[in-house]
C-alpha cells in the first residue's frame, strides 16, 4: 500500500471484530516501525501499556466514557509520556547520549551542554515539560496507527477517559502523562463503517500574517 492509500484509509472505526485476534507479533512488528518515528533530540519519551485481557479492558472501559471499543478490540495501547524523559540521570537520555557519542554526533565533553540544552528547551516550566512530552509521544502516536494500518489492522485514538482514574486504576506513576488510547483490531464487516469527516482545505490550513 502506497502512503496515499495508506493515509486515506486509515479510519479511527468504532467497531472491531471481538472474534479477530491480532497476534503478539503484528504488535511487535507495529511497535517497532512506530519506534522509528523522530524526537527532539532522539529522547523517544514515549512507553505503551499493552492491554489484552478481557478483564483488564472492561476495567479501563469503564473509566473511559464506558466506550465499547476498548472492551471490543482486541489490543488497547495506554499511550504514555514521560515527563522525565529529559532530565539527567534518566537511563534513555544516558542510552541517547552514549549513541551519540558512538555516532560521532556528540562528544563526552558536550555532556554539560546537552544537559543545559534539554534545561533551556524542555525543563524551563511545567508547561516546556508538558509540550515536550505530548509533542512527540504525538509523533509516536500517529506511526502507530499508520503501521497498524500498513499491516492490515485497524484503529481508534481516543482521548475521552478519566486520566487520573486510569493513571490509579493501572498503577502508572506520577512522572508520566496518557495523551491517549488507541484500540487497535480489524473493523468488525457486520457493522457499518460511517462516512469520512470533513477535513480542512488547503487554503484553510494554509496562513499569511
Not at 82 to 89: A, T
Not at 139 to 147: N, R
Not at 181 to 195: N, P, R, T
Amino acid at each position: 500500500m502506497d502512503f496515499k492509500n495508506l493515509i486515506t484509509n486509515r479510519r479511527a472505526v468504532n467497531f472491531f471484530d471481538p472474534e479477530k485476534s491480532v497476534s503478539d507479533k503484528q504488535i511487535r512488528e507495529v511497535i517497532e516501525m512506530a519506534a522509528t518515528a523522530p524526537s527532539s533530540f532522539n529522547l523517544q519519551p514515549w512507553n505503551l501499556l499493552v492491554l489484552r485481557e478481557k478483564e483488564e479492558k472492561l476495567r479501563l472501559q469503564k473509566l473511559a466514557w464506558n466506550q465499547p471499543k476498548v472492551s471490543q478490540a482486541p489490543v488497547v495501547f495506554v499511550v504514555l509520556a514521560d515527563r522525565d524523559g529529559w532530565k539527567e540521570g534518566h537511563s534513555i537520555v544516558e542510552k541517547d547520549f552514549q549513541e551519540m557519542i558512538k555516532a560521532g554526533s556528540m562528544t563526552e565533553g558536550q555532556r554539560q551542554w546537552f544537559a543545559d540544552a534539554r534545561q533551556t528547551l524542555y525543563g524551563s516550566s511545567p508547561e516546556a515539560i508538558q509540550a515536550f512530552v505530548c509533542k512527540n509521544t504525538g509523533f509516536f502516536a500517529m506511526s502507530l496507527m499508520l503501521a497498524a494500518k500498513s499491516l492490515g489492522l485497524d484503529t481508534h485514538p481516543m482521548d475521552g477517559f478519566d486520566h487520573e482514574g486510569v493513571r490509579k486504576e493501572l498503577n502508572i506513576p506520577d512522572n508520566f502523562w496518557i495523551p491517549l488510547l488507541i484500540a487497535v483490531g480489524y473493523f468488525d464487516k457486520s457493522k457499518e463503517l460511517a462516512l469520512p469527516k470533513w477535513r480542512k482545505s488547503v487554503d484553510e490550513i494554509v496562513k499569511t500574517f
